[in-house]
């Protein structure tokens, strides 16, 4: 990643626009704005940007759907999803689609640069590129590298993660073969935002499945605990 991340911002609201755009740039990011999705599509175009700010009210195509067809483009790109404060389901379905992380309107931008940073710092970007040390996960004939965040299956095909999904299979990995609760992930993996709450496990362990299972409806990895949680089941060996 750049010494200057590059974030767009997308909201209808050009007050947003403009006020997040200023304060990005006086704290040494790049920032720029769109105000639909055919504007962000054009930034996209000019600019490689390294993180999406995404607003779920935007006229025309909503901030869900951008989010869903970004994140079928590109699987790695993170994503923070500004919903209105009392939308649970916006969240919800954000994470369903992809997002890595949301705010809820109104929000303080100093809030929402740190949860930028976070995000970033996560996704492999900033002091995670310059840690020293590799650290290597072999299970089932999967490769997980923490250290570049990458993931690789059995055949040598790498499968793209989402930060969010890539730091709780990080999690299962490291507690392999022992149940884990909901709140137990949540606080092994380390507060991260996108996983804040019982729903968001769920959907992130479905969202695992779909990439990584054969059949993700009578999964092998990671198997669900009656009244207890998740069990990541394979054996896994650290290099």
């Known amino acids: 990643m750049k010494a200057e991340p590059h974030i767009l911002v997308v909201d209808d609201d050009k007050g947003i626009r403009d006020l997040l755009q200023e304060f990005f740039r006086k704290r040494g990011l ?28 935007l006229p025309g195509r909503s901030g869900l759907d951008l989010c869903r067809e970004l994140r079928a483009r590109n699987a790695s790109i993170p994503i ?25 309107k109104p929000f303080d931008p100093r809030e929402l640069l740190a949860r930028i940073r976070a995000v970033l710092r996560r996704n492999g970007g900033g002091e995670a590129k310059r840690l020293p040390q590799r ?40 507690s392999a073969q022992r149940v884990l609760t909901r709140d137990q992930l949540i606080e092994l993996s380390g507060g991260d935002g996108a996983i804040s709450y019982d729903r968001s496990i769920d959907i992130l362990v479905s969202r695992l499945r779909r990439k990584m299972e054969d059949d993700p409806k009578s999964p092998k990895l990671i198997q669900t605990v009656r009244s207890g949680g998740y069990q990541f089941i394979p054996e896994a060996v650290a290099e």
Request: with cysteine.
């Open 30 to 57: 790049t920032a720029s704005v769109a105000g639909d999705g055919a504007e962000m599509e054009a930034v996209m175009r000019r600019a490689t940007i390294d993180l999406v700010v995404l607003d779920v009210m």
């Open 80 to 104: 923070i999803m500004l919903t209105a404060v009392n939308e649970t389901t916006d969240r919800v379905v954000g994470l369903e689609m992809g997002a890595d992380d949301y705010v809820p």
């Open 135 to 174: 650290q290597i996960w072999r299970f089932a004939g999967w490769t997980m590298d923490c250290s570049r965040r990458r993931l690789v299956a059995p055949g040598d095909v790498r499968v793209d993660l989402t930060a969010a999904e890539f730091n709780l299979l990080a999690t299962f990995v490291r």
